[in-house]
């Protein structure tokens, strides 16, 4: 029995988009060992024609190489997505906070107007678009009133260059200062079965003022997925290789998880992950979940997740099991 794709609104901005968006950090290259753009571009085409709508990506993901894929993959099919950059951490001058090294140079977090203003030029050439549905600050600029970022977002929104305004990695005083400062339609923040701490922190303030979360890393880096053994080695430079969340007693604790929805997956005909990511849309508060895939294959897997729609006894279930396999989990 196959459903429409979920769709929702991003905050009162009035955009609809699919509960399900294609992520493209991996698309990027950076962290995630190297892209491929023609296998990329399949990924990003098929995940629309398979009903997703919702395209996340931003300018720190390869400096530049996922906005210029998304932009080529989006020819001649710009008007059946929901677009979503961000902006923040620049690389082109030296402003703002200090954040991290490349090997090209230092990249800062700043949200000043100047840098936003040329930010979001960037980013409509790599694209090759004139507006950006959902613009977001991609990381939170200490050294810049939030006033001073808001004046420049709703600028750009004024010139219809964007058309909504999302905030990233905040904190639920960043989130006030928003909402005192203009129009804040949503939020992009972490949130999984074994990472759920926003839903004492960010949610209830982000329910109250009709403000949508856009949630990531849904399988938490694949620990998750169904197919994350006890026996699995990381080799090289794997991020997840020294994650205490991936630990041994972790990942046998989530296997007894999974045991549990295998029955509920089978009344689905979905997979555990399709499963996971289904029970995430039914979390209080949370709106849309991001997820990554890196060929056309992951990007279909990702869309089914949508069409999916688990009972109430379904979603207790998972609950149930959640609190007593997931409830000491390290890291």
Same mark, same amino acid.
């Given at each position: 029995m196959s459903h429409e794709m979920?769709?929702?609104?991003?905050?009162?901005? #009035?955009?609809?988009?699919?509960?399900?968006?294609?992520?493209?950090?991996?698309?990027?290259?950076?962290?995630?060992?190297?892209? !491929? &753009?023609?296998?990329?571009?399949?990924?990003?085409?098929?995940?629309? &024609?398979?009903?997703? +709508?919702l395209i996340d990506t931003a300018p720190a993901y390869g400096q530049g190489t996922a906005e210029k894929i998304v932009g080529k993959a989006l020819k001649g099919r710009r008007d059946k997505v929901v677009l979503a950059t961000k902006c923040g951490l620049v690389w082109h001058c030296q402003n703002g906070n200090h954040f991290f090294d490349l090997e090209s140079g230092p990249v800062h977090r700043y949200l000043g107007r100047d840098a936003i203003v040329y930010e979001v030029e960037q980013s409509l050439t790599r694209l090759g678009t004139d507006y950006i549905d959902h613009y977001i600050t991609h990381w939170q600029d200490p050294t810049t009133p939030v006033e001073e970022t808001m004046e420049a977002l709703e600028l750009l929104k004024k010139q219809g260059k964007i058309r909504s305004i999302g905030a990233s990695n905040?904190?639920?005083? !960043?989130? +006030?200062? =928003?909402?005192?400062? #203009?129009?804040? *339609?949503?939020?992009?923040?972490? =949130?999984?079965m074994v990472k759920r701490d926003i839903e004492q922190t960010l949610l209830p303030l982000a329910q109250e003022n009709g403000v949508s979360v856009l949630s990531y890393s849904s399988l938490a880096l694949g620990l998750l997925s169904g197919k994350m053994t006890v026996e699995r080695k990381f080799e090289g430079d794997d991020q997840r290789r020294d994650n205490p969340r991936f630990s041994a007693p972790n990942r046998q604790k989530v296997q007894q998880l999974m045991e549990e929805i295998i029955p509920i997956a089978a009344t689905h005909s979905a997979s555990l992950a399709q499963i996971v990511i289904a029970?995430?849309?039914?979390?209080?508060?949370?709106?849309?979940?991001?997820?990554?895939?890196? /060929?056309?294959?992951?990007? $279909? &897997? /990702?869309?089914?997740?949508?069409?999916? %729609?688990?009972?109430?006894? *379904?979603?207790?279930?998972? /609950? +149930?099991?959640? %609190? $007593?396999?997931? $409830? !000491?989990?390290?890291g």
């Open positions: 979920l769709s929702r609104p991003i905050g009162k901005s #009035g955009i609809e988009a699919s509960a399900i968006g294609l992520g493209t950090w991996a698309i990027g290259g950076w962290m995630w060992g190297g892209t !491929d &753009e023609a296998t990329s571009i399949k990924a990003i085409q098929a995940s629309i &024609e398979a009903g997703i +709508s905040t904190s639920a005083a !960043d989130i +006030s200062a =928003y909402l005192a400062a #203009g129009q804040l *339609d949503a939020i992009q923040e972490e =949130y999984s029970w995430t849309l039914q979390q209080p508060g949370i709106t849309f979940s991001l997820c990554g895939a890196r /060929n056309a294959d992951q990007a $279909q &897997e /990702n869309a089914k997740a949508g069409r999916i %729609r688990l009972s109430a006894a *379904d979603i207790q279930g998972i /609950n +149930s099991a959640a %609190r $007593q396999h997931l $409830q !000491d989990l390290d």
